[in-house]
């Protein structure tokens, strides 16, 4: 008879495998910065996750759609969860939750814009780690699970949603947040632009309508049933401020218009994400912090 050993996993190899479960889709560089900051050549990093992937714990793939300008358009390995080491993070922490995160490779087209995305939603939840007065309650991507055994993207996916069926009309966030403050639990969502040459109006014509369905149903209560706010804000990130007011300018003109939020992603730190007035509605000229009342 053979027996097993318990799966040994030393604690800073559990913390990348929690982070990975976490945001998806990460490269070493944003694993390094988020939990080695001291490993400055990033061996160390390296070496961690060498050994995670050689314990089949950990997937890689590689990031075949490059921004020429970023890295100087060199490729990266982006890591994303395997199987196995959900199974083994949903023994660990004895939480069912570990079913819903997708382990399923991503797709080689998007894992750009994936990675961009990943980015945002760490440095939201390092934003709010500063405001003792707001609380992170839930960050969702957009690759998590509803129903892993469905077929179906609106029954698959968690935020994936169908609105309305005749006429076909769909809403995708890029990703989903549940803040609470001052005992108010309110919904935003994600829109990651990373494309300046695609004209404004039709992303706007692509996007607005799903999110004015999405209010008018009341169907941001299904993504996140705990919220207490009947609205939402939708965060539009554009890569300049040119890009960004051409945004404001085509979903003013939308449905719902008034539920959009638009910065520069330069713009954007840990410390201006929620405080900072670097967040532009799609009309007037006066930006204002994403959360009011200052810092806290």
Same mark, same amino acid.
């Given at each position: 008879?053979?027996?097993?050993?318990?799966?040994? =996993?030393?604690?800073?190899?559990?913390?990348?495998?929690?982070?990975?479960?976490?945001?998806?889709?990460?490269?070493?560089?944003?694993?390094?910065?988020?939990?080695?900051?001291?490993?400055?050549?990033?061996?160390?990093?390296?070496?961690?996750?060498?050994?995670?992937?050689?314990?089949?714990?950990?997937?890689?793939?590689?990031?075949?759609? =490059?921004?020429?300008?970023?890295?100087?358009?060199?490729?990266?390995?982006?890591?994303?969860?395997?199987?196995?080491?959900?199974?083994?993070?949903?023994?660990?922490?004895?939480?069912?939750?570990?079913?819903?995160?997708?382990?399923?490779?991503?797709?080689?087209?998007?894992?750009?814009?994936?990675?961009? =995305?990943?980015?945002?939603?760490?440095?939201?939840?390092?934003?709010?780690?500063?405001?003792?007065?707001?609380?992170?309650?839930?960050?969702?991507?957009?690759?998590?699970?509803?129903?892993?055994?469905?077929?179906? %993207?609106?029954?698959?996916?968690?935020?994936?949603?169908?609105?309305?069926?005749?006429?076909?009309? =769909?809403?995708?966030?890029?990703?989903?947040?549940?803040?609470?403050?001052?005992?108010?639990?309110?919904?935003?969502?994600?829109?990651?632009?990373?494309?300046?040459?695609?004209?404004?109006?039709?992303?706007?014509?692509?996007?607005?309508?799903?999110?004015?369905?999405?209010?008018?149903?009341?169907?941001?209560?299904?993504?996140?049933?705990?919220?207490?706010?009947?609205?939402?804000?939708?965060?539009?990130?554009? %890569?300049?401020?040119?890009?960004?007011?051409?945004?404001?300018?085509?979903?003013?003109?939308?449905?719902?218009?008034?539920?959009?939020?638009?910065?520069?992603?330069?713009?954007?730190?840990?410390?201006?994400?929620?405080?900072?007035?670097?967040?532009?509605?799609?009309?007037?000229?006066?930006?204002?912090?994403?959360?009011?009342?200052?810092?806290?």
């Amino acid at each position: 008879m053979t027996v097993h050993e318990p799966l040994a =996993v030393p604690p800073r190899d559990l913390a990348i495998l929690l982070l990975v479960a976490a945001f998806d889709t990460l490269t070493r560089s944003q694993i390094t910065a988020e939990l080695f900051p001291n490993d400055d050549d990033g061996r160390i990093t390296r070496k961690r996750l060498k050994i995670l992937l050689g314990r089949g714990l950990l997937n890689q793939t590689s990031m075949q759609v =490059v921004n020429p300008a970023v890295n100087g358009g060199v490729t990266a390995p982006v890591y994303y969860p395997s199987a196995k080491g959900l199974d083994f993070l949903r023994q660990e922490r004895d939480d069912e939750a570990f079913r819903l995160v997708n382990a399923t490779t991503p797709n080689w087209t998007t894992l750009y814009h994936s990675v961009a =995305v990943a980015q945002t939603r760490l440095l939201l939840t390092r934003a709010a780690a500063l405001r003792p007065d707001v609380k992170l309650v839930e960050h969702v991507g957009e690759r998590a699970f509803r129903d892993h055994t469905a077929t179906e %993207p609106h029954a698959r996916y968690r935020l994936f949603t169908l609105v309305t069926q005749e006429p076909l009309l =769909v809403c995708k966030p890029d990703a989903g947040w549940l803040f609470e403050k001052d005992g108010v639990r309110k919904v935003f969502y994600l829109e990651q632009d990373r494309d300046s040459t695609k004209s404004a109006e039709r992303v706007a014509a692509q996007k607005c309508g799903g999110y004015a369905g999405l209010l008018k149903h009341q169907l941001h209560m299904r993504h996140f049933p705990t919220a207490t706010d009947e609205t939402f804000r939708v965060l539009m990130i554009a %890569p300049t401020p040119a890009r960004r007011d051409a945004l404001r300018r085509a979903v003013a003109r939308k449905p719902e218009g008034n539920r959009w939020r638009f910065a520069c992603l330069a713009d954007l730190t840990t410390e201006s994400f929620l405080t900072a007035p670097v967040w532009y509605r799609a009309e007037g000229d006066q930006p204002e912090p994403m959360v009011p009342g200052g810092p806290a």
